[in-house]
C-alpha cells in the first residue's frame, strides 16, 4: 500500500475553485448549488515511482468527501441512482445521489470488492454533506442535513454497530457541517462525542468556541480556530486532561487548514485575503501534548 498512489476520476470542472466573496463559501444549509456534491465515477491506483496503473476500478456515482482508507481496504459511499449516473455529471446538489446508496470496501493492493453493503441516508431535506472516517476497524458516517446523522459500521463486512443523530451547534461559519475526528476511543462531531466502539455519549458539549474552520487533532490534542482576539486564534483542547491552550497572534485557514500527526499540528499561511484582526500572517506549527 505504501508504494501506490490512490486516486478518482471526475468530470472536467467539477472541482470547486471561485471563492471571493460570501456566496462562494459553499456552506450552504440545504440543497442547492453552495452544497453539491463532487462526485467520481471510478476510481484507480497507480505505482508511486512511476506513476504505472496497478488497478481501476469504475462505480456508481462516488461521494468524494467520503473516500477512505484503513485496516488494508479503502472504502466509499456510492449511489446507484440512475438519473445520477445517466446525468454523468461531475458535482451534483440533486436529492437523488442520496438513494440507492451503498458502502463499498475494496482490497487496496488489488481494487477487489470485499463487499458493498446498502445503507440508508437521511434523503430528506438533501444532505449538505457526507463524511466517512476509518479507526480501529470501524467506519464512521457522519451525513448532515438538518441534524447530524452519526452511524458506525463495522470495518470488516458493514454491518451497521450503533447510530446517532444530534442537532448543529450553529447554521454559519461550517458549524453545520464539521469534519468528525476520532481521538483515542472517541467519536467526536461538534458539539457531541460518542464512545467509538459501543455509541454511548461521551461529550454533550465541547469547548465553547467561535470562528470558522472544522476541528482537527494529534495525539490526545485537538485543534480548532476561535474568535477570541486578545487571547488567541488557535485553541488546544487535550480530550484526557480537559485543559485549554490559546495561541494568540495568528489563525488558520478558514476550513481544512489545520494539519496534525505525529505529535504536531501545522498551519499554512492562509489568512491574507481574510478581514479578521490576525496581525502574524504566517506559516506555524506547534507541538500538541
Excluded at 211 to 230: K, Q
Amino acid at each position: 500500500m505504501e508504494d501506490q498512489l490512490i486516486g478518482s476520476r471526475v468530470a472536467p470542472g467539477s472541482s470547486y475553485s471561485a471563492f471571493s466573496g460570501p456566496d462562494k463559501w459553499y456552506d450552504e444549509t440545504s440543497g442547492g448549488f453552495g452544497t453539491s456534491q463532487v462526485v467520481s465515477r471510478s476510481i484507480f491506483a497507480v505505482a508511486r515511482d512511476d506513476a504505472r496503473r496497478r488497478w481501476s476500478r469504475d462505480a456508481g456515482a462516488i461521494v468524494n468527501s467520503t473516500i477512505t482508507i484503513g485496516g488494508g481496504r479503502l472504502y466509499y459511499i456510492e449511489s446507484r441512482s440512475s438519473s445520477v449516473l445517466n446525468a454523468g455529471a461531475g458535482r451534483t446538489g440533486s436529492s437523488d445521489l442520496w438513494r440507492n446508496n451503498f458502502l463499498v470496501a475494496l482490497d487496496v493492493e488489488s481494487g477487489d470488492v470485499l463487499w458493498r453493503q446498502p445503507v440508508t441516508l437521511p434523503a430528506s431535506p438533501a444532505p449538505v454533506v457526507a463524511f466517512l472516517l476509518y479507526s480501529e476497524e470501524r467506519l464512521i458516517t457522519s451525513v448532515v442535513n438538518s441534524r447530524y446523522y452519526v452511524t458506525c459500521y463495522s470495518a470488516v463486512n458493514g454491518a451497521r454497530q450503533w447510530e446517532r443523530d444530534h442537532s448543529w451547534n450553529r447554521n454559519h461559519h461550517g458549524g453545520h457541517m464539521y469534519h468528525p475526528l476520532v481521538v483515542g476511543d472517541k467519536v467526536i462531531v461538534e458539539p457531541r462525542g460518542y464512545d467509538l466502539f459501543s455509541g454511548a455519549t461521551a461529550f454533550n458539549s465541547l469547548p465553547s468556541r467561535g470562528g470558522c474552520s472544522t476541528m482537527s487533532a494529534a495525539g490526545r490534542t485537538v485543534i480548532y480556530v476561535d474568535w477570541d482576539y486578545d487571547n488567541g486564534s488557535f485553541g488546544f483542547w487535550n480530550v484526557e486532561s480537559g485543559a485549554r491552550v490559546q495561541k494568540a497572534g495568528s489563525r488558520g485557514s478558514c476550513w481544512l487548514g489545520l494539519i496534525s500527526g505525529g505529535g504536531m499540528v501545522f498551519s499554512p499561511t492562509a489568512s491574507s485575503g481574510c478581514v479578521c484582526r490576525y496581525p502574524l500572517q504566517t506559516s506555524i506549527g506547534y507541538s500538541s501534548w
